[in-house]
């Protein structure tokens, strides 16, 4: 599996998101300026983000983006599923109900790839935006970029 900037550069932006929004919106200029991603890309990731309700768009003077939901709810399952579609590296029809393979039931190789998929999407869905910017803010906090990041020794 390989994924695409649309899930590297969404996860980015969502963690710096999450880290700087606490005060209130965040414009897709702030972000685009802090993580190096351009401001056309990443109002394509926000828009998907945002239908599939992990962030919200507040209009107006002071306006940007807020977590729809707390950090600690948000997946990055969640967000490369939004952002990627499916994070299954192989489609088998054999494991589809009602599948279409002829060899179904003499294939084992099924299985492989029924644990690979399970195994990533176990792997993603585990680890929360929450634990993300706390490891952001403590990398931060290590290099000395002490700028609106509460570091606590």
Do not use: F, H
């Amino acid at each position: 599996m390989k994924l695409s900037t649309k899930g590297r550069y969404g996860l980015r932006a969502l963690i710096d998101l999450a880290q700087y929004s606490e005060e209130g919106p965040i414009s897709i200029t702030s972000i685009s300026g802090r993580q190096d991603i351009s401001e056309r890309y990443l109002e394509q990731l926000m828009a998907k983000l945002k239908k599939a309700e992990i962030v919200k768009s507040v209009r107006g003077a002071g306006g940007g983006y807020v977590l729809a939901k707390p950090m600690r709810e948000i997946s990055v399952g969640d967000v490369l599923r939004a952002l990627e579609g499916s994070l299954e590296p192989v489609e088998c029809a054999g494991l589809e109900p009602g599948n279409s393979c002829s060899a179904s039931d003499v294939c084992v190789t099924k299985y492989v790839w029924k644990r690979i998929n399970e195994s990533i999407s176990q792997t993603v869905d585990e680890i929360k935006l929450e634990q993300l910017v706390q490891e952001s803010r403590k990398k931060q906090c290590t290099a000395g970029r002490r700028a609106k990041v509460e570091c606590r020794n």
